[in-house]
């Protein structure tokens, strides 16, 4: 059984983290969580990245959630926003591609190209696969 | 939707966006008298009664983005197609409550599925405590995140922190009725 005196020792071990936290930038990974997001998958989708920045042990990471993007036919959708750069939108996830991306492009910088929302004159363009020009 | 659980997340989320500060869900299950019950209940901004007689219907919605709102109107036929009912009540600046009754052995109730995700995702939210009881026959458990915060502090987002809740949850539902529902 659980019990409180781990949750104890958990926060003794994490109020460094916290700390540090508040004061550095950090990447914000934002879930879409509307009906449409949840429909789709999105609960899953939330949890394993949330596993896998606790695998990681990545400090620097929130793990946000938000209501519906606009795009519901695309959900379940993830967007990554590291500082100084900018927003990245990864569309129907799983919980194998969000770990994918929270390993490549969270921990690495390399943007997961295949995922990735393309927008050509305010129409997506890549539904299922990437288009290479 | 495929389970409750993911039913309970959007109407949380629901709650979230009329910035409830505690949500507080109860979820009753009993056998002998066969139905299951569930209740949740905020202290967000509520709504006037205009809004309330309309909030049912699919074309009605808070958002601007579009003109449609599924949440309670999906909830609504889960509960319908299995001989139940939803009921919302609500008050402005008090808060809202929404009652959802199904006979619990009815061939198409959905399957309860994974409530300790749907908790651990609604802590995600900032400043919104979640009291959870889980009732099964006589037998009951609670959570309230108030009592969590009150051993790591304010800020639950954390990973290890929201694991531990997450089997916390999870073993506490499984020694009350087997988590087999």
Known sequence: MKSIQELEAIRKKTIDNVNQRKDRTTTRIV????????????????LSI?????????PDV??????????????????????GEEKVTYIKMTAEKAKRIVDEHVVQGKIVDEYVMHVVDGK?????????? | MREISLHLIDIIQNSVSAKATLIVISLEINIIEDYLKISITDNGCGM???????????FVTSRKTRRVGLGLSLFESACNRCGGYLEVYSKEGKGTEVIAYMKFNHIDREPIGNIQDTIVSALLNENVDIVYKHKYNEESFEFDSREIKKIVGEDLNNPEILGWIQEYIAENIQNIDGGAF
Request: net charge neutral.
């Open chain 1, 62 to 83: 929130s793990v946000v959630q938000t209501g519906c993007i606009g795009v519901c036919r695309l959900e379940p959708i993830v967007e990554v926003i590291r500082p």
């Open chain 2, 48 to 58: 006037n009664d205009e809004t309330l007689k309309k909030v049912k219907d699919p």
């Open chain 1, 124 to 133: 997506v363009v890549n539904d299922y696969t990437v288009q290479k020009d």
């Open chain 1, 50 to 58: 949330i596993d896998e920045v606790k695998k990681l042990g990545l």
């Open chain 1, 31 to 46: 879930v879409g969580m509307a009906t449409c997001g949840i429909a789709a998958g999105a609960r899953p989708v939330l």
